[in-house]
């Protein structure tokens, strides 16, 4: 975490830790910024300075009801993660409007905006910061969430789907198969994203440096910037999978969940097989077609 927050070049590293509290000191600034603006041409506000806060408010509002309206896939985003963004962004900037209206003039007044913003930072930072961590650490293409995944799915499939990295789920392996463009990849994204938001240790790998990882007979742990290693990670996503040969490696999955995208044209009867010989349990393997009926890319997803 340090690194992501300090690192002056946000490339060096995973920074997705960095890109939060970017944002965040981001709408601190804009609330300053506006509020002393409108203080320098409107004067005559201090005595009302509320009224600072309700362009922002209604900025807010408006997008939590757009979020909420494009929260319609299978599996929605809980409605009270979208509250707690959308009150991490108006708090700070209203941190930043206090400091224009108040935090000038009068020595309490500044006092007061700090103790905000540190009661701010240590409420938010924790509630978000590990989240972030956790997608910095996973080695993800890109963050997707699955409210946003337009398709439908059987009862079967949403089964598979729902709860995945949840330690209630019996699920071990769940392998996906499509067609070119049929949205394989923005799944499996999808679910390790929603992994991600329960601060679980993520993983994806190409099948080519999956294959490497599990050559190594040990890794050193993971560096700040660097992703989790196989042997730490709890939940793997693996890429272009071509054909899934196991052989002598299967104790390295012991207590790992895995997400399988199967390569076009890749068998999946006998990626199955391979599973099943390695769990021993025909119940903890699932085959979810990324055909799904209804399934409809966006123009920012990014289909395999």
């Known amino acids: 975490m340090p690194g992501s927050l300090t690192s002056s070049d946000v490339y060096e590293s995973?920074?997705?830790v960095y890109t939060w509290a970017s944002n965040q000191a981001a709408h601190l600034g804009l609330g300053c910024l506006g509020g002393a603006t409108v203080l320098v041409l409107r004067p005559d506000l201090q005595a009302q300075g509320w009224v600072l806060f309700i362009p922002y408010g209604l900025k807010e509002l408006n997008d939590f009801r757009k979020a909420i309206a494009l929260n319609?896939?299978?599996v929605?985003?809980?409605r009270?993660?979208?509250v707690w963004d959308s009150t991490a962004d108006f708090t700070f900037f209203s941190i930043g409007v206090c400091y224009a209206w108040l935090g000038v003039d009068t020595i309490n007044g500044f006092i007061a905006t700090l103790a905000s913003l540190a009661?701010?930072?240590a409420l938010f930072a924790s509630r978000f910061i590990p989240e972030k961590r956790a997608f910095d650490k996973a080695g993800l293409p890109y963050f997707f969430r699955l409210g946003t995944y337009l398709a439908t799915f059987a009862e079967a499939q949403r089964r598979c789907v729902v709860g995945f990295g949840g330690d209630a789920n019996e699920l071990r392996h769940l392998v996906l198969r499509a067609r070119p463009a049929g949205g394989r990849m923005t799944l499996a994204v999808a679910l390790a994203s929603e992994c991600t938001v329960l601060k679980r240790y993520i993983r994806y790998y190409s099948a080519g440096r999956f294959r490497e990882a599990l050559g190594r007979g040990g890794e050193?742990?993971?560096?700040l910037g660097e992703p989790w290693t196989l042997a730490k990670t709890d939940i793997l996503v693996v890429d272009d999978v071509e054909q899934l040969d196991l052989a002598g490696h299967g104790h390295r999955l012991t207590g790992k969940r895995c997400i399988w995208v199967l390569a076009a044209g890749a068998d999946?009867?006998?990626a199955l097989a391979a599973l099943i010989a390695v769990t021993g349990d025909a119940a903890a393997v699932a085959l979810l077609d990324g055909d799904t009926p209804g399934y409809r890319p966006r123009a920012?997803?990014?289909?395999?």
């Open 76 to 78: 929605r985003v809980p």
């Open 80 to 82: 009270a993660e979208l």
């Open 72 to 74: 319609v896939g299978p």
């Open 220 to 223: 050193p742990p993971s560096s």
């Open 300 to 304: 920012a997803e990014q289909p395999a």
């Open 119 to 121: 009661i701010a930072v």
């Open 14 to 16: 995973y920074t997705d």
């Open 268 to 270: 999946a009867q006998s």
